[in-house]
């Protein structure tokens, strides 16, 4: 992609100069004026060059945190940035990590401010981690600020593995059942049914039944793998558009057990980011509006923005929470105190301590509760099966000993 040079005047009347990587012209006229920047020049100098082509992969957020734990370091050791950023971007393991340090290096150099930089890559660095930067810088206090990022993606980190673990055994479990049965069906059952075919005597029904599937299911495998691809895409495509999300949602939230715990964690998630923000010091409607993209629950989402635009009409935080009938009482009591006693950012971290307490707790019932639930059915799928093809075994056997 073609590489700009700008030069812009931000709404303090400074003039700051720098590049930015763009598809087109019109993308970086859009992406300076969304950052409220008055452009003084623009012009095109250069294709990017080769060494810095992103390369594909994702950089994990275990990355982030080390380099914002390092980073935050070194800027209270009084190393400047751009010394800061050159020997983190020489230890960065990830390759793809290094060139956007790289990059991130560069722009600074040429007059960008560290929050500004990091912004040219939003797939690395969220708008909640850009927000932490840009109140650091202006507030002086850059290397807590890191350090409390650092902190927040380690919990987040830490939470998102816990949804993980407690979703990936059921999904592996139930894949496996599937991938057995498929296997009977197209495979074992048939052997039986030829075995059968030379009896010369009526089989049992439950028997027939199963040998009548397993030849459907033969016969169609292919037309029903191409069904249940086409389904799964049509299925994402819909859940990608913003109505479609929030009906899934809706649903999840409704779903026993399932809907507890990603309530709570969205809950978790709200309070910790909202916390953080509030405690780094964004502005209090700043912080709601990136709150909401990073809660990961679109009714949350929407909720969350109700609560934005009561907030900027005058009414505390508590009052359109509670209006929202999504968060639980003891959540917007909590933080009604804490607007009351001015610690809302305590009282925040507080009940987003005992909502990762919660998670805890709640994904330990469920894996208990699920594992005997999906070996039940495991062994009622597989018995029912196993039972319906040595029916006529037993038959015959019971004819012959009379």
């Given at each position: 992609?073609?590489?700009?040079?700008?030069?812009?005047k931000d709404?303090?009347?400074?003039?700051?100069a720098?590049?930015?990587?763009?598809?087109?012209?019109?993308?970086?006229?859009?992406?300076?004026r969304?950052?409220?920047?008055i452009?003084?020049?623009?012009?095109?100098i250069s294709?990017?060059?080769?060494?810095?082509?992103?390369?594909?992969?994702k950089?994990?957020?275990?990355?982030?945190?080390?380099?914002?734990?390092?980073?935050a370091t070194?800027?209270?050791?009084?190393?400047?940035?751009?010394?800061?950023?050159?020997?983190?971007?020489?230890?960065a393991?990830?390759?793809?990590?290094?060139?956007?340090?790289t990059?991130?290096?560069?722009?600074?150099?040429?007059g960008?401010?560290?929050?500004?930089?990091?912004?040219?890559?939003?797939?690395?660095?969220?708008?909640?981690y850009?927000?932490?930067v840009?109140?650091?810088?202006?507030?002086?206090?850059?290397?807590?600020?890191?350090?409390?990022l650092?902190t927040?993606?380690?919990k987040?980190?830490?939470?998102?593995?816990k949804?993980?673990?407690?979703l990936?055994?059921?999904?592996?479990?139930?894949?496996?059942?599937?991938?057995?049965t498929?296997?009977l069906?197209?495979k074992?059952?048939?052997?039986?049914?030829?075995?059968?075919s030379?009896f010369?005597a009526?089989l049992?029904?439950?028997?027939?039944?199963?040998?009548?599937?397993s030849?459907?299911?033969?016969?169609?495998?292919?037309?029903?793998?191409?069904?249940?691809?086409a389904?799964g895409?049509a299925?994402n495509?819909?859940l990608?558009?913003?109505?479609?999300?929030l009906?899934?949602?809706?649903?999840?939230l409704?779903?026993?057990?399932f809907?507890?715990l990603l309530?709570?964690?969205?809950?978790?998630?709200?309070?910790?980011?909202?916390?953080?923000?509030?405690?780094s010091?964004?502005?209090?409607l700043?912080?709601?509006?990136?709150?909401?993209?990073t809660?990961?629950?679109?009714?949350?989402?929407a909720?969350?923005?109700?609560?934005?635009?009561?907030?900027?009409?005058?009414?505390?935080?508590a009052?359109?929470l509670?209006?929202?009938?999504?968060?639980?009482?003891?959540v917007?009591?909590?933080?009604?105190?804490g607007?009351?006693?001015g610690?809302?950012?305590?009282?925040?971290?507080?009940?987003?301590?005992?909502y990762?307490?919660?998670?805890?707790?709640?994904?330990?019932?469920?894996t208990?509760?699920?594992?005997p639930?999906?070996i039940?059915?495991?062994?009622?799928?597989?018995?029912?099966?196993?039972?319906?093809?040595?029916?006529?075994?037993?038959?015959i056997?019971s004819?012959?000993?009379?």
């Open positions: 992609m073609p590489v700009y040079e700008y030069v812009v709404q303090t009347g400074k003039n700051t720098g590049t930015i990587e763009c598809a087109d012209r019109s993308a970086v006229l859009e992406k300076l969304n950052d409220n920047l452009i003084i020049s623009l012009k095109e294709a990017a060059p080769k060494k810095f082509q992103m390369r594909k992969g950089v994990k957020i275990d990355d982030v945190v080390i380099f914002s734990r390092q980073l070194m800027v209270d050791a009084g190393i400047p940035i751009l010394g800061s950023l050159d020997i983190l971007a020489q230890q393991e990830s390759k793809r990590f290094k060139e956007i340090l990059m991130v290096r560069n722009d600074i150099e040429v960008s401010s560290l929050s500004g930089a990091f912004a040219k890559h939003p797939r690395i660095f969220s708008s909640l850009i927000s932490m840009k109140a650091g810088e202006s507030s002086g206090m850059l290397d807590e600020i890191l350090d409390r650092a927040y993606l380690e987040t980190a830490a939470l998102q593995r949804i993980t673990s407690a990936v055994y059921p999904a592996v479990v139930t894949f496996m059942a599937f991938a057995i498929a296997l069906m197209i074992v059952i048939p052997v039986f049914k030829t075995v059968f030379g010369g009526a049992p029904a439950p028997t027939l039944v199963l040998i009548a599937i030849d459907v299911f033969r016969k169609y495998f292919i037309l029903l793998l191409i069904v249940m691809a389904a895409y299925l495509r819909y990608n558009t913003k109505k479609g999300r009906n899934f949602d809706k649903i999840t409704k779903l026993p057990v809907g507890m309530t709570k964690v969205s809950v978790s998630k709200f309070t910790r980011t909202l916390s953080t923000l509030v405690k010091g964004v502005p209090i700043s912080s709601l509006e990136v709150v909401a993209k809660c990961g629950n679109s009714v949350f989402e909720a969350i923005d109700e609560v934005r635009l009561g907030v900027r009409e005058g009414e505390s935080i009052r359109p509670e209006k929202s009938k999504i968060f639980p009482p003891m917007v009591k909590m933080i009604g105190v607007e009351q006693t610690q809302l950012e305590k009282m925040l971290s507080k009940v987003a301590d005992f990762d307490e919660q998670v805890d707790t709640t994904v330990g019932s469920l208990s509760m699920l594992e639930l999906i039940a059915f495991l062994g009622i799928v597989i018995g029912t099966i196993v039972i319906c093809m040595f029916m006529p075994i037993f038959k056997s004819i012959v000993n009379m």
